[in-house]
């Protein structure tokens, strides 16, 4: 995998995707979650006014696609510049690209934040660099190979690398797109939260994973964004401020607890009664197993004779 570059080469853009920008704190951590998610948007502003490159964003801006005035104001005011972003199923309502004019990234894109792409094309640097972008739920289409011009395809999409990521999934490994899409020099996705490289044949696909550790199954995860370098079709980690200190796993453990409890109580349940006999059965069992007045025990049983 080529991730050595020389001193003199320049980065073309800076890949990313899955921010899931949010005012509430995920469950699982522990720290001033909001005060993290800034301090990572401030880095990347920061790289990319160090190398003075576009950032294209692989979708999934927002957490939810109604982002509260205050989560969407401090956005306008703080995001980097020159965003180039396919809209994610959490950008748009009911997961609904035709939605999209209700949404909190269409507001962005009107304050002159971001630029959508969506089934088009756009020139990134000069004439050596087209994007297309595809959305959520849409199909990207195949293209020609183009001779002395860097073809980058983003899209936002479920695909995976050495194992499936769920049980049914029927989503193409990052091989097997890679390899139906051969036109494009850089395939850019979103939407799988674990980042990995994959190369076929000198070209590149880059999930850069999400941007923040979101879940108790991140703790090994180091956020990061790439810088693409179009000049030989490479790119290069940088990792963000991040640290596994604050995940936290309490809540699965409460959850789990809580389920062993009910697979106990199930299970006594078994023990005392017969499954399978009547409801009188079962309850004329229970009065003779447990004390109750006699008062009570006529109500239950006229109750259950009307």
């Given amino acids: 995998m080529r991730t050595i570059h020389r001193a003199t080469k320049k980065p073309t853009c800076i890949l990313?995707?899955?921010?899931?920008?949010?005012e509430d704190t995920p469950v699982c951590r522990m720290d001033d979650y909001w005060k993290a998610q800034a301090e990572a948007i401030e880095f990347i502003y920061d790289l990319q006014l160090q190398h003075t490159c576009p950032i294209i964003h692989a979708g999934d801006m927002f957490d939810h696609w109604k982002p509260s005035p205050f989560l969407l104001a401090w956005a306008i005011e703080y995001l980097p510049d020159e965003i180039h972003v396919v809209p994610g199923q959490h950008d748009l309502p009911q997961h609904n690209l035709d939605l999209l004019s209700k949404s909190g990234l269409n507001v962005l894109e009107k304050a002159g934040r971001v630029k959508c792409l969506g089934e088009g094309i756009r020139p990134l640097v000069g004439d050596s660099t087209t994007v297309y972008g595809y959305a959520w739920g849409q199909t990207p289409q195949k293209i020609a190979f183009t001779e002395g011009c860097r073809d980058i395809l983003v899209l936002h999409t479920m695909t995976w690398t050495h194992r499936i990521p769920f049980p049914g999934?029927?989503?193409?490994?990052?091989?097997?797109?890679?390899?139906?899409?051969?036109?494009?020099?850089?395939?850019?996705?979103?939407d799988n939260h674990q980042p990995f490289i994959?190369?076929?044949?000198?070209?590149?696909?880059?999930?850069?994973?999400s941007m923040m550790q979101m879940a108790a199954d991140q703790q090994s995860h180091k956020p990061r964004v790439y810088l693409y370098y179009a000049?030989?079709?490479?790119?290069?980690?940088?990792?963000?401020?991040?640290?596994?200190?604050?995940?936290?796993?309490?809540?699965?453990?409460r959850a789990e607890e809580r389920d062993?409890?009910?697979?106990?109580?199930?299970s006594r349940l078994k023990d005392d009664f017969e499954i399978g006999l009547s409801f009188e059965k079962n309850l004329k069992e229970y009065f003779e197993k447990n004390k109750a007045k006699k008062e009570v025990k006529d109500l239950v049983w006229k109750a259950?004779?009307?």
């Avoid at 994959?198 to 994973?209: A, I």
Wanted: aromatic residues 6%.
């Fill in 198 to 209: 994959v190369e076929h044949e000198g070209r590149v696909l880059c999930n850069p994973g």
């Fill in 16 to 22: 990313t995707a899955d921010w899931h920008l949010r």
């Fill in 260 to 266: 062993q409890r009910v697979e106990a109580f199930v």
């Fill in 169 to 190: 999934c029927k989503a193409d490994s990052a091989h097997a797109l890679l390899k139906k899409l051969s036109g494009y020099d850089l395939i850019v996705t979103g």
């Fill in 304 to 306: 259950v004779e009307t």
């Fill in 231 to 253: 000049e030989d079709n490479s790119v290069q980690p940088v990792y963000l401020p991040s640290s596994s200190d604050y995940i936290s796993r309490e809540h699965i453990d």
